[in-house]
């Protein structure tokens, strides 16, 4: 419910009153008493007027939409309702609402016993979580008086998901692959035949303990299994601060979460499961699973996620590898040149791990930056070639187009022709 105030605005008025008074005692006339009277009468009036419209106008406003992505348009419903015998000859709206590209900000008018109603709109221009609200109404009398002030404390939060892109053929390692995505690796269980050996790992089953070896290299070696690799995939994106270039829609950051969102809608839609990882200022970890619904929880997780500088993807790999599991594919996001994440990836293979990088060019995004060169690219492609770890490298100019695969519900009204009468309908689209 909304508080209203009402506040004394002229200082002007009762000087001007003040004044006749003292020149009615002064010089004695009933035309000053007059015009003392008609100041009296004209502030009780105006009082009566704001205070009639505080307690009578009755306010509404609704959000159209559900589930908003980058590019829809959030649309409001406001209402105002008069029930008073006094028009409201105006009142502004302040909205204090946070979303980027969005305000409900206008000025409107109401007759007596009248009723008014507006849509507002604005495009989503970027993903995250804002606020619709808090916001403010104020109107005054004719003369302007006194003010009416009324505050609205009640706010909406609103989650505006990445929007969903067509990706190129990127190179994903996983079972029942076709062509030259499919490879071999090393399995965890001893359902086929043996295919070599690694070194031991905490965890691993005495059984699996290759004794010769261990006693030819005097350290505990464990023999691995030849399998195809699992069709479970984890996203793991590097929020580093440190290694991120350009702003806004076109940063290295905005597009590793737009490509990701991209990748687990399409992943998921083939009906494999998807799990996700990411540090920065919203650390996540998300296991892998299946299903529509799972894509809108991590869409929303990507939709909050931001870098800063307290995770390295390094650290990141390092904290993660014992919660990947194994027989998992990971697919990473990084514009990093940094080696020491290559070294964390390599320990990921030998735990049986299959890999692919998506790695976006940061000196694209912001030519100046020092750590993009070509050197260090090169350099980057021939440690993961050694890894065989396939790398698929994204540009500023990368082609964003918008997928239709997506299904959600939202909310919309609807106007009978029959009666005129305005009734909400829950309609299916695609985004």
Known sequence: MPTAHIQWQRRWFLWATAFWLLLALAVPAR???????????????????????????IWQRRVRQGIMVVGDHVIEDFEIENTTSFPLLWVEILDQSDVPGYTANRVEAVDAHGHKYWQTQGRCERRGLFHLGPWEAISSDPLGLFQVRWHFPEERTILIYPRVVRLPEIPLPRGRARGQAREWRPSPTEDVSASGVRPYFPGDALRRIHWRQTAHRGALMSRTFDMEPSGDLWLVLDLDSNVQAGQGATSTEEYEVVLAASLAAKVLAEGRRVGLACGG????????????????????????????????????LQQMLPLFGQGRTLVIFTPSTRTDWVARLAEARQRGLAASVIWLDAKTFQPETPSSSTGERERLHTLLARLNVPMFVITRDFPFEVVLKVRRKRKVLKVLPATGRVIEMEVEEEV
């Open 31 to 57: 035309v000053w008493w007059a015009i003392i009277s008609a100041h009296l009468l004209l502030l009780a009036l105006a009082y009566l007027w704001v205070h009639s419209l505080a307690l009578g106008v």
């Open 281 to 316: 200022a919203h650390p996540a970890l998300v296991p892998p699973q299946g299903g529509t619904g799972h894509l809108w929880t991590l869409m929303g997780y990507l939709a909050r996620a931001h870098s800063d500088s307290t995770t390295s993807l390094a650290d990141l």
